[in-house]
């Protein structure tokens, strides 16, 4: 049996055992809700494990990225870290002071304010943050490829999750 088998086998025996205690329920949606969960775990556990392969966490991984994504503006601030990742500024310093210590961050201060820091990845940072990206798109292509095999697979794919997301971040709003 296959891994893609097994774990079809663990989403159907728990959707039968809540359809058992709870015959009202629609199956598909809870069965699609599982799925979705399963790859999010998966999906995340890879992304560890390609930074750890790097040295550096999926959190410094994701903070670096926002500061690559950043770089077309020049640099990026702690705070503007702080508020994309709902972090604290506690927190931000923490982990920016460990970027900084493996030599990936850089600080500078900001040209007639230098209250103001700003960040910037090094060059071994940035190879870093390219190296887990180019690692993770591989692995992702490699899972799209089922999906690949339907016409237009990826793109019906994208668009029918796009739509659940949107449906999400409207309820999202509404809370």
């Not at 994504?69 to 972090?87: E, Q, W, Y």
């Not at 820091?117 to 591989?138: F, H």
């Amino acid at each position: 049996m296959s891994d893609d088998q097994a774990d079809e086998g663990r989403t159907t025996q728990f959707v039968r055992y809540w359809l058992m205690q709870r015959p009202d329920l629609d199956s598909d949606s809870l069965a699609l809700q599982l799925t979705i969960a399963r790859i999010g775990l998966l999906s995340r556990r890879t992304l560890s494990s390609l930074a750890e392969a790097e040295g550096i966490t999926a959190i410094d991984f994701n903070i670096m990225g926002a500061i690559k994504r950043a770089s077309h503006a020049g640099s990026v601030r702690p705070s503007d870290l702080g508020k994309l990742f709902s972090r604290t500024s506690g927190t931000i310093s923490y982990r920016i002071d460990r970027l900084f210590e493996l030599g990936l961050v850089e600080r500078m201060g900001q040209a007639g304010d230098r209250r103001v820091i700003q960040l910037r990845l090094t060059p071994s940072g940035e190879a870093k943050v390219d190296s887990v990206m180019s690692g993770y798109t591989s692995v992702l292509n490699d899972k799209l490829k089922a999906v690949d095999s339907r016409p237009n697979g990826r793109r019906d794919l994208i668009l029918l999750l796009g739509a659940l997301a949107s449906a999400w971040d409207e309820s999202e709003e509404a809370i």
